[in-house]
């Protein structure tokens, strides 16, 4: 999976899942290194969703993982849970708040 790839594949499923129940906005960003690493900035606030690639905004919440390992937890062969507790993938802000982000997502 390339970065253009992910974008895509986190677009899709982003704006496909209903956060509502969030009942908290945020701003997301997934920081994926490697090669063809690259960031992708999400937010939803007040029930808005906007996704961009992007280097340069501040979010609340910062997500920092290999390629391999976005592409494994895309396709389902890594959960995102263990790869956040063994280390594979990098918090930083409301972690709490990310995890509930990853439910929503994943389901």
Do not use: W
């Amino acid at each position: 999976m390339n970065f253009n790839q992910s974008y895509d594949f986190v677009k899709n499923v982003f704006f496909a899942r209903d956060l509502s129940a969030l009942k908290k906005d945020f701003s997301l960003m997934i920081c994926l290194t490697g090669e063809d690493g690259g960031n992708i900035y999400l937010s939803y606030i007040d029930g808005v969703k906007y996704i961009e690639p992007e280097k340069n905004r501040t979010a609340n919440i910062t997500l920092t993982m290999s390629m391999e390992t976005f592409s494994g937890i895309c396709s389902g062969t890594i959960d995102g849970l263990k790869a956040f507790t063994t280390g594979q993938i990098q918090a930083k802000g409301n972690v709490v708040l990310a995890i509930s982000i990853y439910n929503a997502l994943k389901s």
